[in-house]
T-cell receptor, first 113, second 112 residues
Framework: AAGVIQSPRHLIKEKRETATLKCYPIPRHDTVYWYQQGPGQDPQFLISFYEKMQSDKGSIPDRFSAQQFSDYHSELNMSSLELGDSALYFC????????????FGQGTRLTVV | GENVEQHPSTLSVQEGDSAVIKCTYSDSASNYFPWYKQELGKGPQLIIDIRSNVGEKKDQRIAVTLNKTAKHFSLHITETQPEDSAVYFCAASIRGNNDMRFGAGTRLTVKP
C-alpha cells in the first residue's frame, strides 16, 4: 500500500539559508500534519492542513510557513535557518481530522551547519 | 493545553517477558489515544489506538487499556521479541490528530 512520501530524506543547509520540505500524503487523504522531532525527543506538532486550509497551529516558528496544494501535497518552507532547526521533520496524513489514524512518513533529516 | 507524561523512559526485558508502558494525560476532554512505534531512522508507526468510549483493546500481542477516571492509559506487549525493540510513544488528542500531543517516549530493549 502507498505510504506517506517525504522528500528529500536528508538535507544539509547553512545558517540563514532556506529549505523546503515536501510531503505527499497517502492517496485520498485530505489532512496533513507536520511534526519536528529533535534528537531523543518526542515529535512536536507544528501545523496541520485539512482540505488545503490550515486547520491548526502548534509550535511552528514565524520563520516557517507551510501550505497544502490542490493535489493535497504539502510543503514546509523554512527560512533564516538556525542551528537549532536541525531535527527530523515528519509529515503525517489522515482521512479527515476527527480522531482518525495518522500515518507518518519516513521523515526528512535537516542538518543546519 | 494537553500534557502527556510517559513512563518509564527506558525499559529492558528478556525475550518472552511482558512489557508495560504507562501514560497519563491532563485534559479530561481527550478522547483519542494512539500508540506509535519508532525504529531507528524511521517515522513513527501507529501500532494500536483506543478511543474514550472503550476501556481495552487488543491486537495479537499488543493491548491498550484506558482508565478515563484516572486519566491514564497503558500499552501492554506480551511474549516480547527482539524485533519489538524500538522507541514507543503514546499520544493523546481532543479534536483528533490536529492537537495530538506525544509523551516523551520509552526506549524498549528486548534482550534475546
Amino acid at each position: 500500500a502507498a505510504g506517506v512520501i517525504q522528500s528529500p530524506r536528508h538535507l544539509i543547509k547553512e545558517k540563514r539559508e532556506t529549505a523546503t520540505l515536501k510531503c505527499y500524503p497517502i492517496p485520498r487523504h485530505d489532512t496533513v500534519y507536520w511534526y519536528q522531532q529533535g534528537p531523543g525527543q518526542d515529535p512536536q506538532f507544528l501545523i496541520s492542513f485539512y482540505e488545503k486550509m490550515q486547520s491548526d497551529k502548534g509550535s511552528i516558528p514565524d520563520r516557517f510557513s507551510a501550505q497544502q496544494f490542490s493535489d493535497y501535497h504539502s510543503e514546509l518552507n523554512m527560512s533564516s535557518l538556525e542551528l537549532g532547526d536541525s531535527a527530523l521533520y515528519f509529515c503525517a496524513s489522515s482521512l479527515g481530522i476527527q480522531g482518525t489514524e495518522a500515518f507518518f512518513g519516513q521523515g526528512t533529516r535537516l542538518t543546519v551547519v | 493545553g494537553e500534557n502527556v507524561e510517559q513512563h518509564p523512559s527506558t525499559l529492558s526485558v528478556q525475550e518472552g517477558d511482558s512489557a508495560v508502558i504507562k501514560c497519563t494525560y491532563s485534559d479530561s476532554a481527550s478522547n483519542y489515544f494512539p500508540w506509535y512505534k519508532q525504529e531507528l531512522g524511521k517515522g513513527p508507526q501507529l501500532i494500536i489506538d483506543i478511543r474514550s468510549n472503550v476501556g481495552e483493546k487488543k491486537d495479537q500481542r499488543i493491548a491498550v487499556t484506558l482508565n478515563k477516571t484516572a486519566k491514564h492509559f497503558s500499552l501492554h506487549i506480551t511474549e516480547t521479541q527482539p524485533e519489538d525493540s524500538a522507541v514507543y510513544f503514546c499520544a493523546a488528542s481532543i479534536r483528533g490528530n490536529n492537537d495530538m500531543r506525544f509523551g516523551a517516549g520509552t526506549r524498549l530493549t528486548v534482550k534475546p
